[in-house]
């Protein structure tokens, strides 16, 4: 079964530093999707980045980025700049491309943004 | 995108009453997902729901207590059964968009409070 790891519950950051949040995987998958998830106070889930994993070029989305390691199985995300709103939850999820679009979440880390 | 009505927002109930969520899609999707979010963690999903065919629920969650309905391509309704304290928690339900850029959609999400 896969499995979703993120070892930070919490983390914190001055505004416009960088930050990156730890994200581990374990699956027999070779072919899946990796998704960065940010669950502000609304409670809204919104999607931060996708990485397709039979690309090797990690993604990209302005202030954000990943560090795909598919070998090591692991994919961090980098918050760069950080902002006031980008204080939230952030949850690592996984999905595998043969089967029925379950998504599987890890635990979350909260990041906080200190002004 | 997918735009997805999830009602009600927040709940609070008496111990051994029912409460029933509904969730409401903007396009027509073949599985819709149920969540439970308890606080300050991370999503457990308890069923996937298949229009015109009975829900699959996942390990520890059952039909008895989670029933849920699909009635048509865009909308589900989970219906929490002789609530509990230990049921409090936070519900979401979610469709995911398959393609090149596979993405999940979620509900604003049901906080419930059981007393």
Same mark, same amino acid.
């Given at each position: 079964?896969?499995?979703?790891?993120?070892?930070?519950?919490?983390? $914190?950051?001055?505004?416009?530093?960088?930050?990156?949040?730890?994200?581990?995987?374990?699956?027999?998958?070779?072919?899946?999707?990796?998704?960065?998830?940010?669950?502000?106070?609304?409670?809204?889930?919104?999607l931060?980045?996708?990485?397709?994993?039979?690309k090797?070029q990690?993604?990209?989305?302005?202030?954000?980025?990943?560090?795909?390691?598919?070998?090591?199985?692991?994919?961090?995300?980098?918050?760069?700049? $950080?902002?006031?709103?980008?204080?939230?939850?952030?949850?690592?999820?996984?999905?595998?491309?043969?089967r029925?679009?379950?998504?599987?979440?890890?635990?979350?880390?909260?990041?906080h943004?200190?002004? | 995108?997918a735009?997805?009505?999830?009602?009600?927002?927040r709940?609070?109930?008496?111990?051994?009453? @029912?409460?029933?969520?509904?969730?409401?899609?903007?396009?027509?999707?073949?599985?819709?997902?149920?969540?439970?979010?308890q606080?300050g963690?991370?999503?457990?999903?308890?069923?996937?729901?298949?229009?015109?065919?009975e829900?699959?629920?996942?390990?520890?969650?059952v039909?008895?207590?989670?029933?849920i309905?699909?009635?048509?391509?865009t909308?589900?309704?989970?219906t929490?059964?002789?609530?509990?304290?230990?049921?409090? @928690?936070?519900?979401?339900?979610?469709?995911?968009?398959?393609?090149?850029?596979?993405?999940?959609?979620?509900?604003?999400?049901?906080?419930?409070?059981?007393?």
């Amino acid at each position: 079964a896969q499995t979703v790891t993120q070892s930070q519950p919490e983390m $914190s950051v001055q505004e416009a530093e960088t930050v990156t949040l730890s994200c581990t995987y374990d699956t027999s998958e070779s072919d899946y999707y990796l998704f960065w998830y940010k669950q502000p106070p609304s409670r809204q889930m919104i999607l931060v980045i996708r990485q397709e994993a039979y690309k090797q070029q990690n993604a990209t989305e302005n202030r954000f980025s990943v560090n795909f390691q598919k070998a090591a199985k692991s994919f961090s995300l980098k918050i760069s700049d $950080s902002q006031l709103g980008d204080a939230a939850m952030y949850f690592c999820a996984y999905e595998g491309v043969v089967r029925d679009d379950k998504i599987i979440f890890g635990k979350g880390t909260r990041l906080h943004i200190l002004p | 995108s997918a735009v997805i009505s999830q009602k009600p927002s927040r709940d609070i109930c008496q111990r051994g009453t @029912s409460l029933t969520i509904q969730c409401q899609v903007d396009s027509q999707v073949t599985m819709m997902f149920w969540y439970r979010q308890q606080p300050g963690q991370s999503l457990t999903l308890i069923a996937t729901a298949n229009q015109g065919s009975e829900a699959t629920y996942e390990s520890g969650f059952v039909i008895d207590k989670f029933p849920i309905s699909r009635p048509n391509l865009t909308f589900s309704t989970l219906t929490v059964s002789n609530m509990s304290p230990e049921d409090s @928690s936070i519900y979401l339900c979610s469709v995911v968009r398959q393609g090149r850029n596979t993405e999940a959609f979620f509900g604003q999400g049901t906080r419930l409070t059981v007393v």
